[in-house]
């Protein structure tokens, strides 16, 4: 088991992943996308770097995590499931146990449809890897929302799936040949205890499941049960989730939406969360 997982590895992720191991603690760090700052054309207000590229910045964040040997794993994190004392993480299928959670998303820009998480783990799944066998001889969606959804496709195609790809964009040339096509967006989940369909435009489609395959999850469907106030993850003065264990850090946890402030509460996180282990560690 490790000490730590860190998801995301923007500025309060990173801050977080440097504090842990400046306290020894053991942490693996996720990383979905590229994060916001490296869109930023200058910032000027982060202390002692007067007048820098978001992306040089974060290049030396970077640079700084190396030199600590971080390592920044290139994965989304699909699930995270509670277990007393400790947490199990599914990371696009693999599973890894961790002490200690810290949640470094920053801003969440998913759109949960209407019934999406009422029936997740009911057939609205995040995974493919993780779920596909489940639907084997069965109709599933795959909704193409970010770069791996064709792979992903083909893949539940390939083990047996009967699979319809939903995409806004043109029927991709790699796309298995079995695989049926529609040109569109899903609109709703629809099913009483599992799905039983999903609208698209003016249609309804019947599928015993859809693979939401986004590049990001929502936090609230990462751990059931998150509490949250004006759409941020609330928070105590130690970034303390409402979910013992589980903290939160950076614009995930509201504004001001700036770097100081993620760098900040990745430290604040980290730092509580090592003093806990330890505490737990000495009794
Ligand atoms: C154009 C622009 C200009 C800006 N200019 C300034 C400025 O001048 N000064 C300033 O202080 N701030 C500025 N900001 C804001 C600043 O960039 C943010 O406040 C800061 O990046 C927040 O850091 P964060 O670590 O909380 O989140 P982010 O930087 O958004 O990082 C989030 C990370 O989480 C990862 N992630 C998300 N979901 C998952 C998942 N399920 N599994 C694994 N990884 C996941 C993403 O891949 C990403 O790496 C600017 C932002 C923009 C967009």
């Known amino acids: ?36 700052l490296t869109k930023a054309e200058r910032v ?11 992306k040089e910045l974060m290049d030396k964040f970077k640079e700084h995590a190396k030199a600590m040997d971080i390592k920044v794993e290139n994965n989304k994190v699909v699930n995270i499931l509670p277990l007393g004392e400790s947490f199990m993480v599914n990371i696009n299928g693999e599973i890894e146990e961790a002490k200690k959670i810290i949640l470094a998303m920053g801003i969440s820009k998913v759109k949960e449809l209407p019934g999406e998480a009422r029936l997740l783990g009911a057939g609205v799944s995040y995974c493919a890897t993780c779920d596909g066998m489940l639907y ?3 109709n599933a ?3 193409d929302q970010s770069h791996d959804a064709l792979e992903e496709a083909n893949f539940l195609q390939s083990i047996g799936v009967n699979v319809t790809f939903v995409s806004k964009k043109p029927r991709p040339e790699n796309l298995n040949n079995d695989i049926e096509f529609i040109n569109g967006t899903i609109s709703e989940v629809i099913g009483e205890d599992k799905v039983e369909s999903i609208v ?16 990001a999850v929502a936090p609230t469907s990462l751990v059931d049960g998150l509490k949250t106030e004006n759409n941020f993850i609330a928070v105590n003065r130690y970034m303390e989730t409402n979910i013992k264990g589980v903290y939160a850090a950076g614009d995930i946890t509201g504004k001001p939406l700036q770097l100081s402030k ?19 560690e000495e009794n």
């Open 1 to 36: 088991m490790i000490d730590m997982i860190i998801i995301g590895a923007g500025p309060a992720g990173l801050s977080a992943a440097v504090n842990a191991t400046a306290r020894g603690k053991t942490v693996r760090v996720f990383s979905s996308k590229e994060n916001f």
């Open 44 to 54: 000027d207000n982060h202390l002692g770097f007067y007048n820098i590229s978001g």
């Open 136 to 138: 084997r001889g069965k």
């Open 141 to 143: 969606v795959v909704w």
């Open 200 to 215: 698209i435009g003016n249609e309804i489609i019947k599928t015993d499941a859809v693979f939401m395959l986004r590049d």
């Open 262 to 280: 993620a760098v900040s509460e990745g430290l604040i996180a980290a730092q509580d969360a090592a003093l806990k282990i330890d505490k737990i």
